[in-house]
């Protein structure tokens, strides 16, 4: 694994995606849980709505909604900021690793629909990165509302609403290739 990438490359040369081992997962959640009197939960669960028909960007959506959890489990416990800072950019270093790689997947494919998917991709990054905030007295982070906010009405939302789109365009686009041939 590269040691710039807390997640490591998501992509190979080849085009697929691969899943890779977050080893941040880990210690950031046992730091959180170290520091405070919280109960290990799952705040923000998987359900099966929000398959996008494909097992490794399914597995990505996951792990993105796993740090999320830790993020909100910071935040809601009042932790310090080493601890909010770096569940805060471990959630942004996903996020950002988790779209280029969903681009790259699907670069085959010359489409406005791309092109739309990935000014959404920048969106949702952008409303990610103004939830920490540097104000003249020192970094603000979101509340725990605000990022369940985010997690619920964007990345949740963009997972059924955009990406469940793209990929059912994908395979049908696939399937007229194939019983054309
Ligand atoms: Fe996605
Ligand atoms: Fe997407």
């Known amino acids: ?37 919280m109960q290990p ?8 709505e929000y398959t996008v028909g ?8 996951r792990t993105l909604l796993e740090l999320a959890g830790l993020l909100h489990m910071a935040v809601a416990a009042g932790q310090g900021y080493k601890i909010i800072q770096n569940a805060f950019a471990a959630l ?3 996020t950002e690793e988790h779209f280029s790689a969903e681009e790259q997947f699907w670069s085959s ?19 990610l990165l103004a939830l920490r905030f540097e104000g003249p007295y020192g970094v603000v982070f979101c509340t725990p509302n605000e990022l369940t906010n985010w997690v619920q009405h964007r990345l949740i939302a963009h997972f059924i609403e955009e990406d469940q789109r793209v990929y059912r365009s994908l395979n049908q686009g696939a399937k007229r290739k194939r019983t054309s041939a």
């Open 109 to 127: 494919t010359k489409s406005a629909i791309l092109d739309q998917h990935k000014r959404l991709h920048r969106d949702i990054t952008d409303e």
């Open 41 to 48: 939960s799952v705040r923000f669960p998987w359900k099966h």
């Open 1 to 37: 694994m590269e040691e710039d990438s807390i997640c490591g490359k998501l992509s190979d040369p080849a085009g697929t995606i691969r899943m890779v081992s977050c080893p941040f997962l880990h210690t950031t959640s046992a730091a959180v849980r170290r520091r405070g009197p």
């Open 54 to 61: 494909n097992e490794t960007i399914d597995e990505q959506h």
């Open 92 to 94: 942004v270093k996903y």
